[in-house]
């Protein structure tokens, strides 16, 4: 993973060449690639191994699931490659233990309050607002907000406008954004994953 000093930043929900490389070139640490089906954003194994494989090695790829049996988690993520796996549903500690395997990053998305990183055995926690994919932003300002120990990602309403604040506020380790940087839904726009990463690398300044 990412050696920067700056937030960890990941890009998910990416479905093109094009997309994926710009991510790259405008210097984010992760991308991500949905495979949890009733998304604008999914995509098959195959396509994920062709973009993938556009991915240098110090840029974490990531598969993205919800809710599906852990023999189809193993399954894609091995026949796209990612080297990272994202568990985003009810899974318990056994999946994680199951999918644990040399080279591989978990990352457990959750849009509960949980104290630290690694309960479940991810190596990354992901805080997701309440209401996922919608958009719509947690109130990180608010006294009832409490950051997790450990590394963590901010995921949720982050924009190329917010996610500064986001970061200087919580104290993140890193970000995670998807829609933030979509011109329609489903639908990245290269103009905006650039700000979004310019924008958080900036708040460590």
């Known amino acids: 993973m990412s050696e920067s000093s700056g937030p ?14 710009v991510a790259v070139e405008a210097g984010a640490d992760a991308v991500g690639f949905v495979f949890a089906p009733g998304s604008p954003r999914t995509v098959g194994a195959g396509l994920a191994r062709e973009l993938a494989g556009r991915v240098p090695a110090g840029v974490l790829t990531v598969g993205v699931f919800r809710g599906q049996p852990v ?6 993520a091995e026949e796209s490659g990612v080297r990272g796996v994202q568990l985003h549903g009810e899974e318990g500690p056994e999946y994680y233990e199951e999918l644990r395997a040399p080279g591989r990053t978990l990352l457990r998305a959750t849009a509960e309050h949980v104290e630290r990183c690694g309960e479940y055995g991810e190596d990354l ?21 409490t950051a997790p120990r450990g590394h963590w990602l901010l995921a949720g309403g982050l924009t190329p406008e917010n996610v500064g604040e986001a970061l200087r506020t919580t104290g993140a380790w890193g970000v995670d954004v998807s829609s933030g940087v979509e011109r329609e839904r489903g639908v990245k726009s290269p103009e905006l994953i ?11 300044h």
């Open 8 to 21: 960890f930043v990941k890009i998910c929900g990416l479905k093109t060449a094009h997309d994926v490389d």
């Open 71 to 76: 023999a189809e988690v193993r399954r894609f």
């Open 125 to 145: 926690l992901l805080l997701d607002a309440p209401d996922p994919g919608s958009g719509k932003p947690w109130n990180w300002g608010s006294a009832e907000f």
């Open 194 to 204: 650039r700000a979004f990463v310019r924008a958080a690398h900036a708040s460590a």
